[in-house]
């Protein structure tokens, strides 16, 4: 069965042509109402779970009283990898309230011992690079978190390579070496825009040019997903950049950017990489101090 790679829950209706609001995680106690939860897990159960076990138990993968408890979607930027991992076979965690009784370590949590599921989140040997459906039920009732965050092995790289960029882009700034400056500023500046689009599956997914990345960041921009100063920042990195790099040897020399240009555009890119990082940390961040961390599943 061929199971898509989502990027996020709507969090509003629409018409053609209108714009339309992502979630890009959901968890069970966040600022997301229950009724969107619910909605989310019915939809993922009809969609995709209920017909991956119609065809295990058609194949005789699985026999026909097969009950579901659990439920994991692993998907990947490659949607040939995507799998449906069910009940035992699921590799989550997750932070729950347990009744008021003693737990020896290595005593096995039953259903029943589960008061409330504050949060559930991939296993920490869990593939980094991919995003993940986790659904469970307990004691009668549907939980469900989503991240739909891909490629954060692959975007703290290139996060990395921006922090870095933007470091040197600094040291030049206050040498004055002007040409150094912007060329490191616009490596910081695609890297950190590029981690954010590979992260949510946005566009082209290997920006390899300018031409690429423009054309991604600008609609990107143009939907509203970012404030657009840090298009219009690009645009002006880009066209200094390109400008610098045509220059003679003496031309270089003479080559100068204003402290307030160049101050304003080291602050927007420092920003910029900021949403990168904290989207790439989003699917660990926020979790409830109170509770116990669990696993499920047995794989």
């Known amino acids: 069965m061929n199971v898509p790679s989502l990027s996020g829950i709507s969090l509003s209706s629409a018409q053609p042509g209108e714009k339309v609001k992502l979630a890009i995680?959901?968890?069970?106690?966040?600022?997301?109402t229950d009724d969107l939860k619910?909605?989310?897990?019915l939809n993922i159960l009809n969609n995709i779970v209920y017909p991956e076990i119609i065809h295990l138990a058609l194949n005789k993968e699985i026999s026909s009283g097969f009950r579901l408890n659990m439920a994991q979607i692993v998907m990947f930027e490659d949607e040939s990898r995507n799998t449906v991992l069910l009940n035992?076979?699921?590799?989550?965690?997750?932070?729950?309230?347990?009744?008021?009784?003693?737990?020896k370590m290595g005593?096995?949590?039953?259903?029943?011992?589960?008061?409330?599921?504050?949060?559930?989140?991939?296993?920490?040997?869990?593939?980094?690079?991919?995003?993940?459906?986790?659904?469970?039920?307990l004691n009668g009732r549907w939980y469900i978190a989503a991240d739909f965050i891909y490629n954060k092995c692959k975007a703290k790289l290139l996060i990395d390579e921006s922090?870095?960029?933007?470091?040197?882009?600094?040291?030049?700034?206050?040498?004055k070496s002007?040409?150094?400056?912007?060329?490191?500023?616009?490596?910081?500046?695609?890297?950190?825009?590029?981690?954010?689009?590979?992260?949510?599956?946005?566009?082209?997914?290997s920006m390899s040019n300018y031409d690429d990345i423009r054309?991604?960041?600008?609609?990107?921009?143009?939907?509203?997903?970012?404030?657009?100063?840090?298009?219009?920042?690009?645009?002006?990195?880009?066209?200094?950049?390109?400008?610098?790099?045509?220059?003679?040897?003496?031309?270089?020399?003479?080559?100068?950017?204003?402290?307030e240009e160049a101050d304003r555009m080291v602050k927007t890119i420092?920003?910029?990489?900021?949403?990168?990082?904290?989207?790439?940390?989003s699917s660990v961040s926020g979790r409830a101090s109170e509770g116990h961390f669990i696993y499920f599943g047995t794989s």
């Open 25 to 32: 995680t959901i968890n069970c106690k966040d600022e997301h």
């Open 38 to 41: 619910l909605t989310l897990a």
């Open 88 to 103: 035992e076979s699921v590799r989550f965690s997750g932070n729950v309230v347990l009744r008021n009784k003693d737990y």
């Open 107 to 137: 005593e096995q949590i039953l259903g029943g011992d589960i008061v409330d599921v504050l949060g559930l989140y991939p296993r920490e040997d869990s593939d980094p690079d991919a995003a993940n459906i986790m659904i469970i039920n």
């Open 163 to 175: 922090k870095k960029s933007l470091i040197d882009a600094k040291n030049s700034q206050s040498k």
């Open 178 to 205: 002007w040409t150094f400056f912007i060329s490191e500023l616009y490596e910081s500046i695609t890297r950190s825009a590029s981690a954010i689009f590979m992260m949510l599956r946005y566009g082209k997914f």
């Open 215 to 259: 054309e991604v960041f600008a609609t990107y921009s143009n939907l509203g997903n970012i404030d657009e100063e840090y298009f219009i920042t690009f645009e002006r990195i880009h066209t200094l950049f390109s400008n610098a790099k045509n220059l003679s040897e003496s031309e270089k020399e003479t080559f100068k950017i204003k402290a």
């Open 270 to 281: 420092n920003r910029l990489v900021e949403k990168a990082e904290s989207l790439q940390q």
